[in-house]
């Protein structure tokens, strides 16, 4: 079965640093990866998907992951973290034909000090 | 901007109770998504459907019943709900087949009391 780790519960960086959020799974096939943010209250929105191909992916307000099959792993990154991204953020992996596997990382709380 | 709506987004609940909660997809989705959220837990797939038919129900109380009319529209009855029932639940849809990123309705935030 799939299984995600996130291994920061919570991460406090200043606006307009660099910002890294660790994602791994376990899978035994190649997985579709993905990160999700969730703002208090809201939705989870996504942010960037990965299914083949290159693995240095380019998403949304400025987000990049990169899948590592050696390392398991399919970190986030942002060059210049702002204010405004301050929320929870949620690796998953999805499997099957309908994505009925989608199982989700316990989300990382990002704190952004001015 | 999400494309799946649910309502309602706040319901308090006795736990003797009967209420529904509702999502309306408007993205063309084939799939929809249930997940429950609780606080300092993983969000827990409840139940899928695909083209109206029921495709997975991982081990959830009966005390939850989902309905699924149509492609575009989601239920999920409650009854005889307990406290440790209170979390925000989610639904979610998605293409299918060949495209699995999911969309994500706002959530219903559910206290049970």
């Known amino acids: 079965a799939q299984s995600v780790t996130q291994p920061d519960i919570h991460i406090t960086v200043s606006e307009g640093a660099s910002l890294e959020l660790r994602c791994n799974y376990s899978?035994?096939?190649?997985?579709?990866l993905f990160w999700y943010v969730q703002s208090p209250g809201q939705g989870l929105q996504l942010l960037l998907k990965y299914f083949s191909g290159d693995t240095l992916v380019q998403g949304i307000k400025g987000f990049e992951a990169e899948f590592k099959r050696s390392q398991s792993s399919f970190n986030l990154r942002k060059p210049s973290v702002h204010w405004s991204d301050a929320a929870e953020y949620f690796c998953?992996?999805?499997?099957?034909?309908?994505?009925?596997?989608?199982?989700f990382g316990p989300g990382t709380r990002l704190s952004v000090l001015p | 901007e999400t494309g799946v709506t649910q309502t309602p987004r706040h319901l308090v609940m006795g736990m003797t109770n009967k209420k529904s909660l509702k999502c309306e997809q408007h993205?063309?989705?084939?799939?929809m998504y249930w997940y429950k959220q609780s606080a300092k837990k993983p969000l827990e797939l409840m139940f899928v459907y695909n083209f109206k038919e029921q495709t997975e129900n991982n081990s959830v109380p009966s005390r939850f019943s989902p309905e699924c009319p149509n492609s575009s529209h989601l239920f999920l009855h409650l009854h005889t709900l307990q406290p440790e029932d209170s979390a925000l639940y989610l639904c979610?849809?998605?293409?299918?087949?060949?495209?699995?990123?999911?969309?994500f309705g706002p959530g219903t935030r559910l206290t049970v009391t």
């Open positions: 993205l063309g989705h084939n799939a």
């Open positions: 979610a849809s998605s293409q299918g087949q060949e495209s699995y990123e999911q969309y």
């Open positions: 998953a992996v999805g499997a099957g034909n309908y994505g009925q596997n989608f199982v």
């Open positions: 899978y035994g096939a190649t997985p579709y």
